[in-house]
């Protein structure tokens, strides 16, 4: 059997692949899309229907 003596991997060893030259740029192209899907799809979300608004009941003053 082969040891692996590779340590665990970490959210920081993670960050630090995803920062180096090759991967940050299909990191930040992903990150742009991403963006761009989410905004596309809140913006294409129909709003909540409000309640009729009914103006409020005129009273006359009472003298």
């Known amino acids: 059997m082969t ?3 590779r ?3 970490t959210f920081k060893g993670l ?3 995803a920062t180096t030259p090759p991967q940050a740029w299909g990191v ?4 742009i899309v991403l ?3 989410i905004s596309f799809y809140a913006g294409s979300l129909k709003p909540k229907k409000m ?3 009914s ?4 009273t006359a003053p009472r003298s």
């Open 35 to 37: 963006v761009w899907l």
């Open 3 to 5: 040891e692996d003596t």
């Open 15 to 17: 960050l630090r692949w």
């Open 51 to 53: 309640p009729d608004a």
């Open 55 to 58: 103006p409020p009941p005129v």
């Open 7 to 9: 340590p665990p991997r």
């Open 28 to 31: 930040y192209l992903l990150a």
